[in-house]
């Protein structure tokens, strides 16, 4: 990749955000910022108590995504954030250029059983469903790949530094 970019990792809960965001960053020589590290006390609450999260709770938390995101533009960085919504993402894209998004995707019964086995994490389960009903996938005008959650963290982080220079081989190749 030329300049580096700020990609964001999105997806639904389970699909392994925290775990493949930081494992790109060190194979794109970038800084790795946890999204959820973003969500005010009141957001945790909300959801620990099993509560979807509406669009005035998102709005303040994706402005602070995009800060970071923007405070990183010419220099790179991965940050993780479900951007379940084309609103979402369009929010985060205008904090700065160069933001691209790498959606994990994957069957929905493999990220429930991953869901179930993590430990300490404020999202239950019980919301999977609401996650779903909210995605809305990455668009072809969107600035972003998506990457398979099959395998193990190191494959999925591989596929998705591929599929990274891969799009950007082909934006070079357009322009």
Not at 89 to 94: N, S, V
């Amino acid at each position: 990749m030329n300049t580096p970019h700020v990609v964001v990792v999105m997806g639904v809960a389970g699909t392994g955000k925290t775990t493949i965001g930081p494992l790109l960053a060190e194979r794109l020589g970038v800084p790795y910022a946890e999204g959820d590290d973003f969500h005010p006390p009141a957001n945790i609450a909300k959801m620990s108590a099993g509560t979807p999260l509406d669009d005035d709770d998102r709005w303040p938390w994706l402005d602070a995504i995009g800060a970071w995101a923007h405070s990183r533009t010419g220099l790179g960085g991965v940050v993780s954030s479900s951007a379940l919504k084309r609103s979402y993402r369009d929010r985060l894209r205008a904090s700065g250029p160069g933001v691209v998004f790498v959606h994990l995707t994957g069957d929905r019964a493999l990220i429930e059983e991953r869901m179930a086995e993590r430990k300490g994490h404020f999202m239950p389960t019980a919301l999977l469903d609401s996650q779903f009903a909210t995605l809305q996938p990455l668009q072809a005008d969107e600035a972003g790949v998506s990457v398979d959650v099959s395998g193990t963290p190191e494959e999925i982080a591989d596929r998705a530094r591929a599929a990274l220079a891969a799009y950007d081989r082909e934006r070079a190749g357009s322009s």
